[in-house]
């Protein structure tokens, strides 16, 4: 998002992937490294980056299952306010070569294609976006 004052002051990521769910193929609409300025924060411009994020994920790939994001557990309640929700389950990464169990942030997601799932095993088959 850009301010007239400012230039450029929020960026919200978007990505697609496959990856799996338990053990059914799914496809991913990712959420990351959603920023905004500190002097542009609390004027809307991550919400408007989120929604934005979101129509491209439904209007450009109509076969997202859903959507994720992981996020520091002090954001929760922020992006509950958008229709995100925990995801309660196993977020499994590769890591130097090897499948772990991601532990760093919490996991959120948010229904696109379908319901998204708050349990059970999410495997984005390869290394975090």
Same mark, same amino acid.
């Given at each position: 998002? @850009? ?5 450029? @002051?929020?960026? @919200? *990521? ?11 193929? $799914?496809?991913? !609409? !990712? $959420? ?6 500190? /002097?542009?924060? !609390? +004027?809307?411009? =991550?919400? =408007?980056? #989120? ?6 994920? *439904? ?5 997202? /299952? ?6 520091? +557990?002090?954001?929760? /309640?922020?992006?509950?306010?958008? *229709? ?6 196993? #977020?499994?990464? &590769? +890591?130097?070569?090897? &499948? ?6 919490? @996991?959120?997601?948010?229904? $696109?294609? !379908?319901?998204?799932? &708050? &349990?059970?095993? $999410? ?7």
């Amino acid at each position: 998002m @850009v301010d007239d004052r400012l230039g450029l @002051v929020s960026y @919200v *990521g978007a990505v697609v992937r496959n990856a799996r769910h338990n053990t059914m193929p $799914i496809r991913l !609409g !990712g $959420i990351g490294a959603v920023k905004t300025h500190p /002097d542009a924060r !609390g +004027q809307g411009f =991550a919400a =408007a980056g #989120l929604t934005k994020a979101m129509e491209f994920f *439904g209007a450009t790939y109509p076969a997202i /299952d859903f959507a994720l994001l992981v996020c520091n +557990q002090s954001l929760l /309640d922020y992006y509950a306010r958008f *229709g995100w929700r925990e995801f309660r389950g196993e #977020l499994l990464t &590769t +890591q130097k070569g090897k &499948t772990e169990v991601f532990t760093f942030n919490k @996991v959120m997601v948010a229904n $696109i294609g !379908g319901l998204a799932p &708050t &349990t059970g095993s $999410i495997d984005l088959n390869g290394s975090p976006w």
